[in-house]
């Protein structure tokens, strides 16, 4: 296994081009299974969940090649409905096969997520949501047995929380569904919108891209897609938090400017210089970080996937921040870690209270979630002295070659066998 070293201090300098959404990829994967295909899709990024979703579509019967950015998927002779505990245990988001499977051959067993190391994160609202598009499912031995009774009938749905994967799951069992399929309080994030850009272009009917209301009028069929999925605004936001703690200035290329506007805001009040530029966003800071509160929203609010980056930087700050978490209920794993190199945190229910101290000192820590990896490189990079990150696969996981991007821009920073 590796780990990540770093000897911090140096401020970053240089462009970085950003990968393609994560977040985006794994649903636009599964989508692939609506139709035959091929189906194409450009600018995915290269990352262990990737890889994994793609082990998962091999097992229903799927084929894929990758050439570059760019994946050929092909879904014509799809044999099997399961996506079983092996893979399914190691991402979360394997979940979002349901809604394709069910859609496309009316039957589909996926093992139960469990908890992970942020929560309990049920599928309940997935569940609930294809009930009411007439699925009836079983749950035995850890898994969801699924079956469309008859054809899927559109409904109205109206979520208790916006839920990311439950809205681009119910998106996916609706497209074919008989009638029209309502979905409120959906989730807004810019991924669900690409999401629905590839669906259209397959020859689906969903109105209200980007808002809380999505109306799916059902079709017959589908066909090929082709789309490009979307600049990772998790990856951007980390380089953007990375320079706030470093100093320096980078230039962030093909991404997209318009989807943090809530982390800009912060990072503006924080004292870091942010000039969004259409595709390109540059950032620049002098290492000296002021206070600031974060409270965790759905999009188009401060993304908990930057919350851990975030109260890295605000180590480096002087005065009080607090830092409350509202998405998930146990996603404070770094405060540990982060205190082993001499940061000031006490937690509170669900908030963290963040003294600024200044600086923070290079220690042996451990990742434990791909978020909280985040936050202990960036708190590495701008530490005095010797960091290293063990179970670095976490990072592996959702960032494509974070190490390489940012060992070309100026940090000292490799892996090593451990
Ligand atoms: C997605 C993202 C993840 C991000 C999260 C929140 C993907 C692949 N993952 O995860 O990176 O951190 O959104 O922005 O896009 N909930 C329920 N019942 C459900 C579903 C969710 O109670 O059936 C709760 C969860 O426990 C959590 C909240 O709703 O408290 C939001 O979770 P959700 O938006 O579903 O997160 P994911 O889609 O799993």
Redesign the pocket.
Known sequence: MDKIVIEGGTPLRGEIAISGA??AA??LICACLLAPGPHILENVPDLRDVRTMLALLEALGATWKRDGATLTIDTANLNSFEASYDLVKTM??SVLVLGPLLARLGRARVSLPGGCAI????????LQGFKRLGVSHQLEDGYVDAVVDGQMVGATICFD??????TENILMGAVMARGETVIKNA?R?P?IANLVDMLNGMGARIRGRGGDTLLIEGVTRLRSARIRIVPDRIETGTLLIAVGATGGELSLSNGDSTMLPALYAKLRAAGVRVREDQDRVHVAGNGVVRAVDIKTM?YPGF???LQAQMMALMCFGQGLSLITET???NRFMHVAELRRMGADIRINGPSAIVSGVGKLRGARVMATDLRASASLVIAGLAAEGLTQISRVYHLDRGYDDLVGKLSRVGAKIHREAE
């Open positions: 994560k977040n794994l649903p979360r988001a929560g309990a994160r049920p599928i309940n609202f997935h929380f916006p839920s990311v994967t439950a989730a994030e991924e759905p993304p908990t996937d998405i998930f209920e």
